[in-house]
T-cell receptor, first 114, second 113 residues
Framework: DAGVTQSPTHLIKTRGQQVTLRCSPI?????VSWYQQVLGQGPQFIFQ???????GRGNFPDRFSARQFPNYSSELNVNALLLGDSALYLC?????????????FGPGTRLTVT | ELKVEQNPLFLSMQEGKNYTIYCNYS?????LYWYRQDPGKSLESLFV?????AVKQEGRLMASLDTKARLSTLHITAAVHDLSATYFC?????????????FGTGTRLTIIP
């Protein structure tokens, strides 16, 4: 069975540009979460979606937005990129995102802002 | 605000030795996860601990959870080079209505032959 997939693998953008990252959850999983991992730190929660609705949002500016589609895939958008947005962006999927469920992480998208 | 701290942050140990990584958290939770991350890679799930006193073992790794002390440990027995990686604990407060995972600072483990 396919795991969580993310695209693209790597991305280089310039300050001020906009970027869209994509995630496909494990088949049957309805919840997708996004995390940002800056080099040398632990992942930080950005968003969680379940059944196309935002269930949770971390402490990130409004430049960050996301959505979930009817097939449960998800996109993370970041506007007006800053150098500090350079990070590994991880997507995780789980069945419902509720209760003691394990979250399965994708390979990540490495974003570099120059 | 939930804080999750790991120590040590860096650990260099010889093959064959035993050591323990500690994960302390600041707010009540009875769900804790351990992940492994190799350089440039994603997170690999190691253990899911769901109750006070939970202990799980896989190969040379053993994890435990003490919810009263708000402490989890990851014990490494007779370390081998393949265990070199960064290890994260993550606290889950989904039973308190907060579905996100809060990760620790990570422990970078290097096993020296």
């Amino acid at each position: 069975d396919a795991g969580v997939t993310q695209s693209p693998t790597h991305l280089i953008k310039t300050r001020g540009q906009q970027v869209t990252l994509r995630c496909s959850p494990i088949s049957g999983h309805k919840s997708v979460s996004w995390y940002q991992q800056v080099l040398g730190q632990g992942p930080q929660f950005i968003f969680q979606y379940y059944e196309k609705e935002e269930r949770g949002r971390g402490n990130f500016p409004d430049r960050f937005s996301a959505r979930q589609f009817p097939n449960y895939s998800s996109e993370l958008n970041v506007n007006a990129l800053l150098l500090g947005d350079s990070a590994l962006y991880l997507c995780a999927s789980s069945l419902t995102g509720w209760g003691p469920e394990e979250q399965y992480f994708g390979p990540g998208t490495r974003l570099t802002v120059t | 605000e939930l804080k999750v701290e790991q120590n040590p942050l860096f650990l260099s140990m010889q093959e064959g030795k035993n050591y323990t990584i500690y994960c302390n958290y600041s707010t009540t939770s009875d769900r804790l996860y351990w992940y492994r991350q190799d350089p440039g890679k994603s997170l690999e799930s190691l253990f899911v601990l769901l109750s006070n006193g939970a202990v799980k073992q896989e190969g040379r790794l053993m994890a435990s959870l003490d919810t009263k002390a708000r402490l989890s440990t990851l014990h490494i027995t007779a370390a081998v080079h393949d265990l070199s990686a960064t290890y994260f604990c993550a606290v889950d407060r989904s039973n308190f209505g907060n579905e996100k995972l809060t990760f620790g600072t990570g422990t970078r483990l290097t096993i020296i032959p």
